[in-house]
């Protein structure tokens, strides 16, 4: 629930002016990055999902609405997108720059690759309760052989 009041208050804090454009992006998400023998980045799997982005947001706010609306963490995965002119090339979307080049390069709609990163294994959303087991556990440690719980 945190997730969307969070939310709410970012939508309405994107600095949008009166000609800030819409762009309805194709949300390709729950695949995974493969690189060929080429050395070409191809995104396989996943579904796709449609929602609308107002020029001006920066990618930390993306990357909040990304968890909100699909239930990960924005902050766990690499985000890439195509140019309206080359969609053969996945262009990181690392930083606010990149937010004003998807916006710019792209006329009305444009697509965005989401996948976890590397090292995150599991490609699924964790609720609250796994959160309050996972710190539990990582307070439990062994000194001169003994199990200690702090």
Same mark, same amino acid.
């Not at 969070?6 to 000609?19: E, F, G, M, V």
């Not at 080429?38 to 107002?54: D, H």
């Not at 916006?103 to 009305?108: G, P």
């Not at 709609?109 to 609720?127: F, P, Q, T, W």
């Given at each position: 629930?945190?997730?969307?009041?969070?939310?709410?208050?970012?939508?309405?804090?994107?600095?949008?002016?009166?000609?800030?454009?819409? &762009? *309805?992006?194709?949300?390709?998400?729950?695949?995974? $990055?493969?690189? /060929?023998?080429?050395?070409?980045?191809? +995104?396989?799997?996943?579904?796709?999902?449609?929602?609308?982005?107002?020029?001006?947001?920066?990618?930390?706010?993306?990357?909040?609405?990304?968890?909100?609306?699909?239930?990960?963490?924005?902050?766990?995965?690499?985000?890439?997108?195509?140019?309206?002119?080359?969609?053969?090339?996945?262009?990181? &979307? *690392?930083?606010?720059?990149?937010?004003?080049?998807? $916006?710019?390069? /792209?006329?009305?709609?444009?697509?965005? +690759?989401?996948?976890?990163?590397?090292?995150?294994?599991?490609?699924?959303?964790?609720?609250?309760?796994?959160?309050?087991?996972?710190?539990?556990?990582?307070?439990?440690?062994?000194?001169?052989?003994?199990?200690?719980?702090?």
């Amino acid at each position: 629930m945190h997730y969307c009041r969070l939310a709410c208050k970012i939508t309405w804090n994107i600095r949008a002016t009166p000609s800030s454009k819409s &762009l *309805i992006c194709f949300f390709h998400v729950g695949g995974e $990055f493969v690189t /060929n023998v080429e050395g070409e980045v191809k +995104y396989s799997g996943g579904n796709v999902r449609v929602k609308s982005i107002k020029e001006g947001m920066m990618v930390k706010e993306l990357r909040v609405m990304i968890g909100v609306w699909f239930g990960i963490d924005g902050y766990r995965c690499d985000i890439k997108y195509t140019l309206n002119f080359d969609e053969k090339i996945l262009v990181d &979307l *690392i930083d606010d720059s990149e937010m004003e080049n998807l $916006f710019h390069y /792209n006329d009305s709609s444009a697509h965005v +690759y989401v996948a976890l990163k590397e090292s995150d294994n599991e490609g699924r959303a964790i609720d609250d309760t796994e959160r309050q087991v996972t710190i539990y556990l990582a307070k439990v440690v062994i000194f001169n052989s003994v199990l200690v719980i702090c």
